[in-house]
T-cell receptor, first 111, second 114 residues
Framework: DAKTTQPNSMESNEEEPVHLPCNHS???????IHWYRQLPSQGPEYVIH???SNVNNRMASLAIAEDRKSSTLILHRATLRDAAVYYC????????????FGAGTRLFVKA | EPEVTQTPSHQVTQMGQEVILRCVPISNHLYFYWYRQILGQKVEFLVS????????KSEIFDDQFSVERPDGSNFTLKIRSTKLEDSAMYFCASTWLAPSYEQYFGPGTRLTVT
């Protein structure tokens, strides 16, 4: 499975934008870039995903580099509720389409 | 919005006992999964299940583990003889089909083996 690299932690102020980076230099052409987050004491939660183009949804935006070797999850206005571990994951056509979690980035949001 | 549900939320069992963790995936999904997370560690893939058979399993998923879809709605994980190191949060997940679709995770079952 292709690997992703994320910073261990990041800090943000409430109501400011947050840019969470992810490197995935060994991504294959059929890998989708998924982002999930895990709030304290909860199960992982889907945030957003994309293949080549930038994506927006009600939770966040995903900016994908032209060579697809990196991506950035953008939270437009961080709230205290966004404090969580954010996982950047590649999902491809391997058996079962499983999700392999790394350590993720722990986001701290200051009031 | 559809959701994955899991029961029980917390299970306490003694070492050597069998436990069954239950999940109800989203109704039109085709792939089902179990993951576990030991306290303070990352989420680990255990097994994926499609078309009534295991699609892929990790090294963790040894002979002590089994999965079943006994009817059209439930998906279960059985641990035959629990060990202390099986204590963890167990998450069920489901997805429609391809990697272009998101996985939906349940809230988890906390298993405590004493």
């Amino acid at each position: 499975d292709a690997k992703t690299t994320q910073p261990n932690s990041m800090e943000s102020n409430e109501e400011e934008p947050v840019h969470l980076p992810c490197n995935h230099s060994t991504i294959s052409g059929t890998d989708y870039i998924h982002w999930y987050r895990q709030l304290p004491s909860q199960g992982p939660e889907y945030v957003i995903h994309g293949l080549t183009s930038n994506v927006n949804n009600r939770m966040a935006s995903l900016a994908i580099a032209e060579d697809r070797k990196s991506s950035t999850l953008i939270l437009h206005r961080a709230t205290l509720r966004d404090a969580a571990v954010y996982y950047c994951i590649l999902r491809g056509n391997t058996g079962g389409f499983k999700t392999i979690f790394g350590a993720g980035t722990r986001l701290f949001v200051k009031a | 919005e559809p959701e994955v549900t899991q029961t029980p939320s917390h299970q306490v069992t003694q070492m050597g006992q069998e436990v069954i963790l239950r999940c109800v995936p989203i109704s039109n999904h085709l792939y089902f999964y179990w993951y576990r997370q030991i306290l303070g560690q990352k989420v680990e893939f255990l097994v994926s299940f499609y078309n009534n058979e295991i699609s892929e399993k990790s090294e963790i998923f040894d002979d002590q583990f089994s999965v079943e879809r006994p009817d059209g709605s439930n998906f279960t994980l059985k641990i035959r003889s629990t060990k202390l190191e099986d204590s963890a949060m167990y998450f069920c997940a489901s997805t429609w089909l391809a990697p272009s679709y998101e996985q939906y995770f349940g809230p988890g079952t906390r298993l405590t083996v004493t």
